[in-house]
């Protein structure tokens, strides 16, 4: 008898004796291998849930030379940096790793237990108990001939990220006239010569659009001295290469681009802030009938819990308003932490043989215990947007 028949034919049985606890392939299985995905294999390997972490490797990072602002990895790159997180994590038995695309996520549990089986792109079956969403975003970019290429490589969403490699040098925003301000409030600790491409929306619309998020948005880039160019972008052009024109000793990336346009001449840039939107990598979250809100999984961060008892959204892909290494670790722990808790919550309740009780309250309690609460006001603080 294959276990996807045994967990069904226990589950039936779920109903009347809620204390059953579902045998399962494994404890966890978590989609997506990169920094939040790998961080909650860490966390729940470590105290010995089985756990199954399928990747597909279209990470956000991808296109970027280096990874930047992720203390003690400074400048590492990001593939280097998920090489070595396996290679640690790979030592704990309980830790297993498939290369394979989920393309289905089904529950087959109750509103005690929870259970899913996860069916992969070759119609292979596996089941689990608990399931971690690290799937991540894209970026959806206009398909402007240059920009795709150049993403992460000159051009970039996040001054955190690669501003220090460009500092001082000309510097180009990216998208419509409302979102230029909030460029230049990132940036103009590492940039003064700044001009904004906003591609025609220089018009009442896009003005009224910028009044309403700051008043005084005219005066305030006047003072800034950003410069804004209307007119309607064509493509972007590659004049130099900043992975071969380089001085590491300065840390220094020596990228040039010329931006054309249907009229007029083109400008010349060393580096762009963008402004574009992103989506959910996967549609896995909607194919689940998760709540996905603004292209984001909602989650309570209390646990990074979605709104399906027993699956948690860790990384860029929740809706904790953080979209960076250091919170896709942050995530990944913090779900690790609370899943292991309230899977021995159901282990415990079981052993004593009556339904325990299984309150959001108490295991918010525990799990906050073990993780510390502290860290949490401060983090919506500093990383709102980034
Ligand atoms: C150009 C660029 C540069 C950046 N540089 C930095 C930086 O310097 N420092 C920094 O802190 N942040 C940086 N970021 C942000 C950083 O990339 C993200 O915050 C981080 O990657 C989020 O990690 P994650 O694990 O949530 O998602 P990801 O790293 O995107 O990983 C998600 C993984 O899930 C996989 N996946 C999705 N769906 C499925 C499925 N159905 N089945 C199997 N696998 C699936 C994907 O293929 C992918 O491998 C940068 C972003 C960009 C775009
Ligand atoms: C799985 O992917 C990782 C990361 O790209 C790679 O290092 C590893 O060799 C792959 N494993 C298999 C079995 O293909
Ligand atoms: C895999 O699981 C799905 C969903 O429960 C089910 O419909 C399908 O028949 C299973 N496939 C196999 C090969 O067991
Ligand atoms: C510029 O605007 C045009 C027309 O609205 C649009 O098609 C294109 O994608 C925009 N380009 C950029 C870089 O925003
Ligand atoms: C900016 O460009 C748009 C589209 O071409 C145009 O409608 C608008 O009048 C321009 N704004 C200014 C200030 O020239
Ligand atoms: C890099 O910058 C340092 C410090 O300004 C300078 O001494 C050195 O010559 C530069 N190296 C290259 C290859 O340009
Ligand atoms: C920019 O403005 C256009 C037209 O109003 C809109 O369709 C698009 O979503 C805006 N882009 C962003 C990133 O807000
Ligand atoms: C989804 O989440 C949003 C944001 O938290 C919330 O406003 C909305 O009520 C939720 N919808 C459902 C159906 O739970």
């Not at 299985?29 to 105290?47: C, E, K, Q, T, Y």
């Not at 259970?115 to 799937?135: E, H, S």
């Not at 619309?205 to 950003?226: I, M, P, R, Y």
């Not at 346009?261 to 400008?267: A, D, I, K, R």
């Amino acid at each position: 008898m294959k276990v996807a028949s045994i967990l069904s034919l226990s589950l039936s049985l779920l109903a009347a004796s809620a204390e059953v606890i579902p045998k399962t392939d494994y404890d966890v299985i978590v989609v997506g291998g990169g920094p939040a995905g790998l961080s909650a294999l860490s966390g729940v390997s470590r105290v010995r849930r089985s756990a199954l972490l399928f990747d597909d490797h279209r990470y956000r990072n991808g296109p970027t030379r280096n990874m930047h602002d992720v203390i003690g990895n400074d400048g590492t790159p990001p593939d280097e940096f998920r090489g070595l997180a396996r290679e640690q994590i790979s030592k704990y038995p309980s830790a297993h790793f498939k290369n394979g695309t989920v393309k289905s996520i089904t529950s087959t549990g109750t509103d005690d237990v929870s259970a899913f089986t996860v069916t992969d792109a070759t119609g292979k079956n596996y089941t689990a108990r608990k399931i971690v969403l690290g799937t991540g975003l894209r970026d959806v970019l206009p398909d402007t001939p240059g920009l795709q290429e150049s993403f992460g490589k000159g051009i970039w969403w996040c001054p955190w990220c690669d501003g220090w490699e460009h500092r001082d040098q000309p510097l180009g925003v990216l998208g419509n006239l409302s979102d230029v301000f909030g460029s230049v409030l990132e940036t103009n600790t590492l940039f003064s010569d700044i001009t904004a491409f906003v591609n025609g929306t220089q018009n009442p619309e896009g003005e009224a659009q910028a009044t309403a998020s700051h008043d005084d948005w005219k005066e305030q880039l006047k003072a800034w001295n950003v410069k804004i160019d209307n007119r309607t972008i064509t493509s972007i052009e590659r004049i130099q290469d900043g992975a071969v024109h380089q001085n590491k000793t300065l840390d220094a990336q020596y990228d040039k681009f010329l931006v054309h346009f249907t009229e007029g001449e083109p400008v010349e840039r060393g580096a762009f802030i963008t402004n574009f939107h992103t989506a959910q990598r996967t549609d896995l979250a909607y194919k689940m009938g998760l709540n996905v809100s603004d292209e984001k999984i909602v989650v309570d961060t209390s646990g990074m819990r979605a709104s399906e008892f027993g699956v948690y959204a860790i990384g860029d892909a929740n809706s904790d308003g953080s979209t960076n290494v250091p919170h896709a670790m942050f995530s990944g722990k913090k779900a690790a932490v609370y899943l292991h808790v309230q899977l021995s919550r159901e282990d415990s309740a079981s052993k004593i043989s009556k339904r325990g009780d299984l309150s959001y309250r108490e295991l918010e309690k525990e799990a906050r215990r073990a993780i510390g609460d502290n860290l949490e006001p401060q983090w919506a603080k500093a990383t709102r947007r980034n």
